[in-house]
C-alpha cells in the first residue's frame, strides 16, 4: 500500500520535471508536451481549441451540455497518471467549470481570438504587445489565503496541432478553488426549473437577489436601531457619543458580513454577480471598521479634550492649548494611517497589487504630473496642516490677529482652519493660505499681553495726577495683573494743536480679559476727568489781542 502511494506521488512529480524541462527547451511561441493527455480518447471530431477565446467559449459550452468528457480535451493532464486521466479530467473538468461560473467573470474582449494570442491593439502600454503568447492569465483566486490561477498555454505534441490547454497548474488547483468557491450545500434545494441562465444570470439568482437586498437593508436598520438604543441606555459621556455616531459604519459592517457569511455557507452566485458583490463588501466592510474605529476615537479624544483642556479660548495655558492642537493632529494621523491601511487591505483582497501595482510603477511619473496639477491644492493644504500640528506655530485657542480680524483659532483641519472671531463670526481660511500671510500670534508663548488707553487731554492736564489715578484705578481692578511685577506706564506720548495725549500702558492676564479691562479704564478715566478736571477737556484756543484765549472760555467770561 505505502509502495503504490509512493508511486503515485512520484508520477506526478516526475510528469511535473519532465513537463518542466520540456518548457524550458520549448519554441517561445508554445510548449513542446509529449504525450499530451494520452489517457483520453482521441479529441472528438471538430472540437476547436485553436485560440484562447475558442478553448474558454468551447470548454464552457460542452460544460453547459454536461459532456464533461469532451470538456476534459480542453484541459492538460500531464500531471495526472494515464491510467487516471479518463476518470479525473471528466471530474476536474465539471469542477473548474462550476469555479469559473461562480467566481469568474470572463472578459471575451481581452481572450486573445488569435492563435497566436498577440495582443494587437494600436497605442498599448502592455510590454507584450506586438508579441505572440503562449501563456495568458484567466483569473487569480484565494482559497486558504493563497493566491491560486487559473491560466491557459499553448502546446503542440509531437507534429500535432498547437492548442490551447489549461495548464497542469490550472488543473492541480482545481480541488482546493472548489472547496472554496464550489456549489453550496443548499444549492441542491434549488428547482431544477430555476438553474438555467437568463440574461447573463441564473433565474434563481434573479429571485435571490431582491430577497437578498431587502433582507439585508432590513437588518442593518435593525442593527443600527440596536446600536442607537445601547447609546441611549448607557450611562458614560463618551460611550454614548460614541455609539451614537457609530450607528450607521457598524450597520454598514453588520450588513456586509452578513452578506459574506451568506455567500460562503449558503449560497454562492455567478460571476457577474460576485465580481460586483465581492468589492462592494470588502469596501463596506474596511468602512465600517474603520468608520466606526474613527468615532470611537473621535469620542475618546473629545472626552480627554473636555476633561484636561475645556473651552477653547485663550485663557488656557500654553500647555493646555499644545495638547488640544496635539490632540487634533492625532486625529489626523489617525484617519491617514487607516486610510492607508484600507487602500492596502482592500487591494490585498481584490488582487489588485499584481494586476495595478506593476502598472501604478510603470506610470508613477505620469501619475506624479497628474497628481501635482489636480491636487496641488489639496496636497500643500494637508502638507501645511501637518506643519502646524508638528511645528505649531499656530495652536488651537490661540488669539491671533489676521487681516485686521482679531480671533481665536477654533479647529485646524487637513485643508482648512476655522478662526472664531470676538464677535463670534467664523473665518474659514485655507491652511496654505495662512501660514503664507503674516499673522500676530498674541498666545505664541503666554497669552499675557500690554493694553493701551490713551486720551487727547488739554495742555494743562496734569500728567503726576493722571499717573496717580491711573495706579489707583488697576489696583482696585482685578482683570489687570499685579503692576509691580508686571509694570504700569504712564507717559505724555505726543503733543499738537489738538492737545497732550497721554498713554497709560497695563499688563492683562489675555486678550478677551485686556479688552474689557482696557474698555472699563477709558470709561473710569472719562468719568473721573469730568467730575474733577473738566477744564482738562481739549479745547480751540484763538490768539486775541491780549493773549492767548480758548474760545469756550472767552465766550463764558463775555457772557
Given amino acids: 500500500m505505502a509502495r503504490a502511494a509512493a508511486l503515485v506521488l512520484l508520477v506526478p512529480v516526475s510528469g511535473l520535471m519532465a513537463f518542466s524541462a520540456a518548457a524550458q527547451d520549448a519554441n517561445p511561441d508554445w510548449y513542446e508536451q509529449t504525450p499530451l493527455n494520452a489517457g483520453l480518447d482521441a479529441p472528438p471530431e471538430g472540437i476547436d481549441r485553436d485560440s484562447p477565446r475558442s478553448t474558454m467559449r468551447n470548454f464552457l459550452a460542452a460544460a453547459n451540455a454536461n459532456d464533461f468528457e469532451r470538456a476534459a480535451h480542453f484541459l492538460n493532464l500531464s500531471e495526472i497518471p494515464p491510467e487516471a486521466q479518463s476518470r479525473v479530467g471528466p471530474e476536474a473538468a465539471q469542477k473548474l467549470a462550476q469555479v469559473i461560473e461562480r467566481q469568474v467573470w470572463v472578459d471575451w474582449a481581452d481572450l486573445s481570438s488569435r492563435p497566436d494570442a498577440m495582443i494587437e491593439v494600436a497605442g498599448s502600454s502592455d510590454p507584450l504587445a506586438g508579441e505572440p503568447r503562449r501563456n495568458i492569465p484567466i483569473a487569480t483566486l484565494q482559497a486558504d489565503n493563497i493566491p491560486l490561477d487559473i491560466r491557459l498555454a499553448r502546446y503542440r505534441a509531437e507534429d500535432g496541432p498547437k492548442v490551447w490547454l489549461f495548464t497542469p497548474q490550472t488543473v492541480r488547483n482545481v480541488p482546493p478553488l472548489y472547496d472554496v468557491y464550489g456549489p453550496r450545500r443548499y444549492e441542491t434545494y434549488i428547482p431544477e426549473s430555476l438553474m438555467r441562465e437568463f440574461s447573463g444570470l441564473w433565474l434563481w439568482e434573479w429571485i435571490a437577489l431582491p430577497v437578498l437586498g431587502a433582507l439585508t437593508l432590513l437588518l442593518g436598520w435593525g442593527a443600527r436601531n440596536v446600536v442607537l438604543r445601547l447609546s441611549n441606555r448607557t450611562h458614560r459621556g463618551w460611550l454614548s457619543a460614541a455609539l451614537e455616531r457609530s450607528g450607521l459604519p457598524l450597520a454598514m459592517l453588520v450588513m456586509a458580513t452578513f452578506v459574506q457569511i451568506l455567500l460562503h455557507f449558503v449560497l454562492s452566485f455567478s460571476g457577474p454577480v460576485n465580481s460586483i458583490l465581492r468589492p462592494i463588501l470588502t469596501l463596506l466592510m474596511v468602512w465600517g471598521v474603520g468608520m466606526a474605529m474613527l468615532r470611537v476615537v473621535d469620542a475618546i479624544l473629545r472626552r480627554v479634550t473636555l476633561r484636561f483642556v475645556g473651552d477653547i479660548d485663550d485663557k488656557r495655558s500654553a500647555d493646555e492649548r499644545e495638547l488640544y492642537t496635539s490632540i487634533y ?52 493644504n494637508i502638507m501645511a496642516s501637518l506643519q502646524i500640528a508638528f511645528a505649531k506655530p499656530v495652536r488651537i485657542g490661540d488669539s491671533v490677529l489676521f487681516e485686521g480680524d482679531w480671533a481665536y483659532v477654533e479647529a485646524i483641519y487637513y485643508t482648512f482652519l476655522r478662526l472664531r472671531t470676538w464677535d463670534h463670526r467664523r473665518i474659514v481660511v485655507p491652511v496654505t493660505y495662512f501660514v503664507s500671510k503674516p499673522f500676530e500670534n498674541w498666545s505664541v508663548t503666554e497669552a499675557k499681553m500690554m493694553k493701551v488707553v490713551k486720551l487727547t487731554l488739554d495742555h494743562r492736564a496734569d500728567v503726576s495726577i493722571l499717573r496717580n489715578k491711573f495706579e489707583e484705578l488697576i489696583a482696585a481692578d482685578d482683570d489687570i495683573l499685579d503692576q509691580d511685577e508686571t509694570g504700569a506706564y504712564t507717559y505724555a506720548t505726543n503733543h499738537g494743536p489738538e492737545g497732550l495725549e497721554v498713554s497709560f500702558f497695563a499688563m492683562m492676564p489675555d486678550p478677551s480679559t485686556g479688552w474689557s479691562a482696557q474698555s472699563r479704564l477709558r470709561e473710569d478715566f472719562l468719568a473721573w476727568i469730568a467730575a474733577e478736571h473738566a477744564d482738562w477737556w481739549p479745547r480751540e484756543r484763538v490768539m486775541g489781542a491780549e493773549g492767548d484765549e480758548d474760545r469756550q472760555g472767552g465766550a463764558a467770561a463775555a457772557e
Fill in 329 to 380: 493632529a492625532l486625529r489626523r494621523l489617525i484617519v491617514l494611517v487607516m486610510v492607508g491601511f484600507a487602500i492596502v487591505i482592500i487591494m490585498n483582497w481584490l488582487n489588485l497589487f499584481d494586476t495595478v501595482g506593476m502598472a501604478l510603477l510603470a506610470s508613477a511619473g505620469v501619475l506624479t504630473v497628474i497628481a501635482g496639477i489636480a491636487g496641488q491644492a489639496v496636497l500643500g
